[in-house]
């Protein structure tokens, strides 16, 4: 007699337990166990519970349910073990290991360590720092290092020799850099303003003077801003002259030199000049030819400027005061208003001994002193600042 049965149809015997006799009895009942469908697994029943929802298993090609399947923790058929991953939740086989190669203290299955011969899996094994049965330390610690490295091959030592050799570089590389960058930083002068210079290990090489108003000299005004700076020329009464850096340099070539810089606060003398000669703008011999208005000259006796002599090596042009006669010679200035305090700056060349020999119109003063006085009474009495012999 045969059966015709239409598609996606499913047969059961009366008796659940032929599915768990053998594997001769599910071969022998294959045919009425199972009909293939097309359906997806939502419409298959399961042949424990008698549930929709089973799922073919690779075991043994039966039908069951994720929990009829790992219930007893083995397929209800066929008695492969089963389990369910915790994470995702799916079920699967699990490989049937003997009871030797479990491990010894979660009894899930293990590998033979090599210290003691006892099976434990990773997570019993490396969970200790010494081996449970032995009390070996685990991994590589009862290898001594030069037993390790003696195991590595060449190719392999030198790989982690370059390795670690460009990682040194780059590291010393970029502290190097760091350390450049925090050191010109802490280097770089600060200006009067609060303005610090640009570039890298700055220094303030630039020279400026900056024309001021007698009402700076006095202190009844501050310095003006950087906005109203403007430099010196022969008109300038009052000057300051200091040394400088640029903050910015694009506005300092935009402007020709005029604005982007700022007075280094380091080295800068707190004070203006009220009266300077550099002894380049005399049209002749005459005091009165003088064009220079910041030199307060009242009397300059048997003197003029001339080349014969050199100039200043600090902020000289290409002459100086020379004085050269047989009667007293002397330079006395206005008098001019340093209540808050001063000083003298200049460059006194005294010709030694010899010096006409080779320079013929710079006569070598023989005999004689150059003092250094100041008056506060319009010149009625002098006090000696200095004096200096040839």
């Given at each position: 007699m045969r059966f015709i049965l239409p598609s996606n149809t499913l047969v059961y015997p009366a008796d659940d337990t032929l599915f768990r006799k053998s594997k001769k009895i599910m071969d022998r009942i294959k045919s009425v166990k199972v009909v293939k469908s097309s359906k997806q697994n939502e419409d298959l029943l399961c042949l424990q519970c008698i549930e929709i929802g089973a799922t073919k298993r690779k075991c043994c090609n039966a039908l069951y349910c994720d929990h009829c399947y790992i219930r007893d923790g083995k397929c209800p058929n066929c008695d492969v073990p089963t389990k369910q991953e915790k994470l995702t939740g799916a079920t699967y086989q699990v490989k049937i290991y003997s009871e030797h190669e479990e491990c010894r203290t979660c009894l899930e299955p293990g590998l033979k360590r090599p210290c003691c011969q006892n099976y434990y899996?990773?997570?019993?094994?490396?969970?200790?720092?010494?081996?449970?049965?032995?009390?070996?330390?685990?991994?590589?610690?009862?290898r001594s290092f030069f037993q390790y490295f003696g195991?590595?091959?060449?190719?392999?030592?030198?790989?982690?020799v370059l390795g670690w050799a460009l990682t040194l570089f780059f590291t010393g590389l970029v502290l190097a850099g760091v350390g450049v960058i925090v050191a010109s930083e802490l280097r770089t002068p600060v200006g009067i303003f609060g303005n610090h210079c640009y570039g890298f290990f700055k220094t303030c090489q630039l020279y400026v003077c900056v024309d001021m108003s007698p009402a700076v000299a006095s202190g009844a005004s501050p310095v003006p801003p950087l906005s109203r700076w403007r430099p010196c020329d022969v008109s300038s009464l009052v000057k300051l002259q200091a040394q400088a850096c640029v903050f910015d340099p694009k506005i300092f070539q935009l402007s020709a030199a005029a604005i982007g810089y700022d007075v280094c606060s380091k080295g800068f003398s707190q004070g203006v000049f009220v009266f300077e000669d550099t002894f380049e703008h005399w049209g002749n011999a005459s005091l009165a030819s003088n064009r220079m208005a910041s030199a307060h000259w009242a009397t300059v006796s048997e003197a003029i400027p001339s080349a014969n002599c050199g100039s200043g090596n600090v902020r000289g042009g290409e002459k100086a005061l020379v004085f050269a006669a047989a009667t007293p010679r002397f330079a006395e200035t206005r008098d001019l208003d340093v209540s808050s305090g001063g000083w003298v700056e200049a460059e006194l060349f005294l010709p030694p001994l010899g010096f006409d020999v080779a320079h013929e119109h710079c006569k070598t003063g023989y005999i004689g002193t150059v003092n250094l006085d100041f008056s506060a009474n319009g010149g009625r009495n002098w006090t000696r600042l200095n004096s200096y012999e040839p």
């Amino acid at each position: 007699m045969r059966f015709i049965l239409p598609s996606n149809t499913l047969v059961y015997p009366a008796d659940d337990t032929l599915f768990r006799k053998s594997k001769k009895i599910m071969d022998r009942i294959k045919s009425v166990k199972v009909v293939k469908s097309s359906k997806q697994n939502e419409d298959l029943l399961c042949l424990q519970c008698i549930e929709i929802g089973a799922t073919k298993r690779k075991c043994c090609n039966a039908l069951y349910c994720d929990h009829c399947y790992i219930r007893d923790g083995k397929c209800p058929n066929c008695d492969v073990p089963t389990k369910q991953e915790k994470l995702t939740g799916a079920t699967y086989q699990v490989k049937i290991y003997s009871e030797h190669e479990e491990c010894r203290t979660c009894l899930e299955p293990g590998l033979k360590r090599p210290c003691c011969q006892n099976y434990y899996c990773d997570e019993c094994f490396y969970k200790v720092p010494l081996c449970r049965s032995c009390g070996v330390k685990v991994g590589h610690g009862h290898r001594s290092f030069f037993q390790y490295f003696g195991e590595l091959s060449w190719e392999r030592i030198a790989s982690v020799v370059l390795g670690w050799a460009l990682t040194l570089f780059f590291t010393g590389l970029v502290l190097a850099g760091v350390g450049v960058i925090v050191a010109s930083e802490l280097r770089t002068p600060v200006g009067i303003f609060g303005n610090h210079c640009y570039g890298f290990f700055k220094t303030c090489q630039l020279y400026v003077c900056v024309d001021m108003s007698p009402a700076v000299a006095s202190g009844a005004s501050p310095v003006p801003p950087l906005s109203r700076w403007r430099p010196c020329d022969v008109s300038s009464l009052v000057k300051l002259q200091a040394q400088a850096c640029v903050f910015d340099p694009k506005i300092f070539q935009l402007s020709a030199a005029a604005i982007g810089y700022d007075v280094c606060s380091k080295g800068f003398s707190q004070g203006v000049f009220v009266f300077e000669d550099t002894f380049e703008h005399w049209g002749n011999a005459s005091l009165a030819s003088n064009r220079m208005a910041s030199a307060h000259w009242a009397t300059v006796s048997e003197a003029i400027p001339s080349a014969n002599c050199g100039s200043g090596n600090v902020r000289g042009g290409e002459k100086a005061l020379v004085f050269a006669a047989a009667t007293p010679r002397f330079a006395e200035t206005r008098d001019l208003d340093v209540s808050s305090g001063g000083w003298v700056e200049a460059e006194l060349f005294l010709p030694p001994l010899g010096f006409d020999v080779a320079h013929e119109h710079c006569k070598t003063g023989y005999i004689g002193t150059v003092n250094l006085d100041f008056s506060a009474n319009g010149g009625r009495n002098w006090t000696r600042l200095n004096s200096y012999e040839p």
